[in-house]
């Protein structure tokens, strides 16, 4: 899976009715904007912008996408010569090499990438921790860099107790910082260092840990959709669609974006999206219903690419089901 992805949306319509579409941005103009400075070389933009959304406010998809621009890694590393002390351009350093770094591994699977793409990802990784502790050290208040910090951990495999160090760090400054957790999450999941009981104990002290309303609530959702993906294909639907997977699905729900406080902000399609996956996964096409009906055909990159390479035909095809 590529990693670090950019969340997104968009909405068209044909004969009245939504059409599904997938961008990879929140919708907030902002991402658009930094994306397009970021592609020009314009720091003097990107970094208005960034100066512009407070760490209090989850500057991180902001940075993401900054991050995510090709030849970032170019003029980034022209604007570190001039501002020596400065953690802005640190900051974006370490994530655009962050996404740099699997650019070089690919999304293959382990045994499919070649010894050279490794030592390529690996240095890159490096590299990019190095200019994220430096971000770390000049604003210790910033969330952001730990978010980072965790990502490269998981690729260098630091060791459980370094990774968690790392992900308390994170929620020292933010605790219910939602990129934190799903990075997180990735971390204690069987198919890098934890196991299937350790990730669903996480995902459910983060979201019923965190006030009524909280978009963490998609975390118990994440979790069962990655162990659904590490069954074959008779176990993982034997999975889904347990009474006790469904139960706990309908109860992170009402904790989430059921309950009366949550916000659509920020990254709320994301978790209409997540849950809208689980729910069909687990037969009950009622709640993903209510999900799909939610989003408006408005189709965020994950947790669709999950499912198939292109989110939007998998987005179709559950919603189809979900109406049968």
Known sequence: ?????????????????????????????????????????????????????????????????????????????????????????????????????????????????SRAQFEVFHARLRTAEEWLYEAAEREPGWTTPWVGLITTGRGLQVGREAARRRFEAAVRRDPHHVPVHQQRLQQVCAKWSGSHEEMHAFARASVFGAPGGTPLGQLVARAHIEHWLHLDSRAGEAHMTRPETVASLREAAEHSYRHPDFVRSGGWLEVYNTFALAFSLAGDHASARECFAATEGRVTEAPWDYVGADPVAAYKKHHAASRR
């Not at 406010?57 to 090709?70: F, K, N, S, W």
């Open 1 to 113: 899976m590529a990693m670090l992805r950019d969340w997104g949306l968009a909405l068209g319509r044909r004969a009245g009715r939504p059409v599904a579409r997938v961008q990879k941005d929140s919708g907030d103009p902002e991402v658009e904007r930094i994306r397009v400075a970021a592609a020009a070389a314009d720091w003097s933009t990107v970094r208005d912008v960034l100066e512009g959304r407070p760490e209090s406010e989850d500057r991180t998809e902001l940075v993401r996408a900054v991050g995510a621009t090709a030849g970032a890694e170019r003029w980034i590393a022209e604007v570190l010569a001039a501002e020596p002390d400065a953690p802005l351009p640190r900051l974006v350093a370490g994530f655009r090499h962050i996404t740099w770094a699997w650019e070089a591994r690919t999304a293959a699977r382990a045994t499919q990438v």
